[in-house]
């Protein structure tokens, strides 16, 4: 039965496809109030953003996401790299205050970089918190680090995001 955080489960198949399944969030949830986009490595990043730009976002999840393009190896050495810099998720944590934010990433992905996503999450708390004199605020920013081989999910990655959006009121 429903949840009480942005995301439950239908009460009812009508409307939906494939087996009673909301086409629009996987794993047969359907978004309640706002949204939450969710990614892995790129698409990570790309939810990061797109979080950002539409306010009617309360939710983010990223599974081992690209936080700073200019870690990805395909980007070093290229002449566009204050393009990349501009996509840096570091930029986008002005406009994720207020936003749940849920990543996910092993402890040592040299190829997205584990410490520019600490340095991310970091941001996103640091705004979070300059925007309230509320010494108490509880800020819905998580960051699960864990051991993994390379860039691959961390163990039960897709099982603790969906948790933690159900979560989210």
């Not at 009617?56 to 996401?65: I, K, M, W």
């Not at 790299?81 to 749940?100: D, I, R, T, V, Y």
């Not at 699960?144 to 999910?153: E, L, N, Q």
Request: glycine fraction near 10%; include cysteine; charged fraction near 25%.
């Amino acid at each position: 039965r429903g949840g009480s955080g942005p995301l439950q489960r239908p009460r009812s198949r009508r409307g939906t496809r494939r087996g009673g399944r909301c086409p629009r969030v996987q794993g047969g949830y359907r978004v309640r109030a706002g949204s939450a986009a969710v990614g892995a490595s790129r698409g990570g990043c790309l939810a990061v953003h797109f979080a950002a730009a539409d306010r009617r976002g309360r939710a983010v999840a990223g599974v081992s996401p690209v936080t700073n393009w200019l870690a990805l190896s395909e980007f070093s050495g290229s002449k566009d790299q204050e393009k990349a810099e501009q996509l840096s998720l570091a930029n986008q944590a002005p406009k994720l205050a207020g936003c749940a934010v849920w990543l996910s990433i092993g402890n040592h992905d040299d190829r997205v970089s584990t410490d520019d996503a600490i340095d991310f999450i970091r941001a996103v708390v640091r705004e979070a918190a300059s925007k309230s004199n509320d010494p108490n605020l509880v800020i819905p920013v998580e960051l699960v680090v864990a051991p993994t081989a390379g860039h691959t999910k961390i163990d039960q990655a897709h099982e603790l995001r969906a948790d933690a959006l159900v979560k989210q009121d």
